[in-house]
């Protein structure tokens, strides 16, 4: 459903100089040079329509900085003038189009707010038509160089140097922090270039990363052909750069669907270019379709170990949301799991990721790690410890003396926990397993459980410290296990 526009003295201020212009009693040399431009609205706009609406959007038409007598005529006048505008030479339309565009220094987003508008929902081809003609004009986009401050790509910052009077704010950047919708408009029409910088030199796909407007990188991306996203781009805040557009891509999800839509179909494109920093960003959101469609398309293996590193698919597991699912999907293709993949994972404290390696790692000295690592964690789960020191049952080892390990690794590690936190923040509470917890309540669980593998354990020395530190529930669970020994 169309907008509609009831602010008829706007509307009027419009028609106003339409009216003029198309008696002759405007020459077109003396157009004001400020049309400012209307429609708030995100959708397109019937101008018909809107002559007989009575919903307010608070819009401004068009507006002249000449002393001109505000046109006061019925409504059904109005919608006459409007279709008027159809007849007015294409020349004459093409000269209001590109005023509205470079009459402010650097750009308004009113007026281009406006023709996006009125080329989406006008009732009047012959305009429409028109607006997409000029912005695919290459004098357009030269305008857009020169009046609003705006390099072409890399190559053309290089050329030129740093623009004189640099733009505080050009439209372009503004687009790309506040406006998707209209810098989409621009892009579309091909009259801003996707790799385009402002004139600080900072490009508008920075400006996305910068102000996390994902949605907006993705359509700068999606605008590129194959052989743009091999041009470099700059990233102001990075140590490396410039970096390729495509090795950018590799740093979100919605990025890489936007850049893998461009290169896709192109069989030319291979992403070796990316290296092993580029596939391991990848692994740290490829799913199990985007694994099978990389490995068919472009023979790319997520699993297979990069040469001089480790597999990328493996090193990235961790901070993967489809951990599981795709730590399936490398064990299907005959990767094994690096050696240090169980003591990562209990670093992690991912109970998830950590029931799936029981199932698929089965090395007792890397369990063995890991529980140590799991007593070391005062915030870790109880329940995950009870799970390995379960699967640890089978191994021969001196159960005793790993058992003597543990305990003096939750003790020390809640005392210490202690002076980080002294006085009335400790024992401070924690969420594990699913409830709030304080420290000493987790190390008291954590103390239970060991004392179920029933083995002598020496607590003297270990009492004599909770005592000085003052955890007094933790000296009686320490004194109950003395008890059973």
């Not at 929902?121 to 305008?143: K, Y």
Request: hydrophobic content about 40%; aromatic content about 8%; proline content about 4%.
């Amino acid at each position: 459903m169309m907008h509609r526009i009831d602010d008829s003295h706007d509307l009027e201020c419009l028609l106003a100089v339409v009216r003029l212009m198309v008696n002759g009693l405007l020459p077109p040399s003396k157009l004001c040079p400020s049309i400012i431009a209307i429609f708030e609205q995100e959708e397109g706009i019937s101008l018909t329509e809107c002559m007989i609406g009575s919903n307010t959007v608070g819009a401004k038409i068009f507006e002249a900085s000449l002393n001109i007598t505000k046109y006061r005529g019925e409504l059904h006048q109005m919608a006459i003038l409007m279709d008027r505008i159809e007849s007015l030479p294409a020349e004459l339309i093409d000269m209001i189009i590109q005023i509205g565009l470079f009459s402010d220094p650097l750009g308004s987003h009113n007026h281009l707010h406006t023709f996006r508008a009125l080329s989406q929902g006008s009732q009047h081809p012959q305009f429409q038509a028109r607006i997409a003609a000029v912005l695919a004009m290459s004098s357009t986009r030269e305008n857009i160089y020169q009046y609003w401050k705006v390099y072409y790509d890399f190559d053309h910052v290089s050329e030129c140097g740093s623009l004189e009077n640099q733009a505080d704010l050009d439209l372009p950047t503004w687009l790309a922090q506040n406006c998707n919708p209209c810098l989409e408009f621009l892009l579309s029409s091909q009259a801003l270039p996707a790799s385009s910088y402002n004139s600080k030199e900072d490009s508008l796909l920075w400006h996305c990363w910068k102000t996390k407007n994902i949605k907006a990188g993705a359509f700068i991306i999606s605008s590129m052909s194959s052989k743009e996203l091999f041009n470099l781009v700059r990233f102001r805040d990075e140590p490396f750069e410039p970096k390729t557009i495509i090795m950018v891509c590799t740093w979100h999800l919605d990025w890489f669907k936007a850049c893998w839509g461009v290169i896709k179909s192109d069989q030319n494109v291979t992403l070796s270019s990316l290296g092993s920093e580029g596939i391991y960003n990848i692994c740290k959101f490829a799913d199990i379709h985007m694994a099978n469609e990389l490995l068919c398309s472009r023979g790319l293996d997520l699993g297979k170990p990069l040469e001089g590193h480790e597999s990328a698919g493996w090193g990235s597991l961790l901070s993967n949301s489809n951990a599981v699912e795709m730590g399936n999907w490398f064990i299907s293709r005959g990767h094994r799991p690096p050696v240090n993949l169980v003591t990562k994972i209990a670093m992690s404290g991912s109970t998830e990721l950590a029931h799936w390696a029981l199932q698929n790692i089965h090395d007792y000295p890397q369990w063995r790690e890991g529980a140590l690592i799991l007593t070391c964690q005062p915030e870790s789960s109880t329940e995950l410890l009870r799970r390995v020191l379960e699967y640890l049952r089978c191994d021969t080892i001196d159960q005793g003396e790993f058992a003597q390990a543990l305990i003096k690794n939750i003790v020390e590690s809640c005392c210490a926990q202690h002076f980080r936190y002294p006085g009335s923040c400790f024992p401070r509470k924690v969420e594990v397993d699913g409830g709030i917890s304080t420290l000493e309540e987790v190390a008291i669980g954590k103390i239970r459980i060991v004392r179920s593998m029933q083995f002598p354990i020496e607590v003297v020395g270990m009492k004599i410290l909770t005592r000085q530190v003052g955890l007094t529930q933790l000296t009686k669970a320490l004194e109950e296990l003395e008890s059973v020994n």
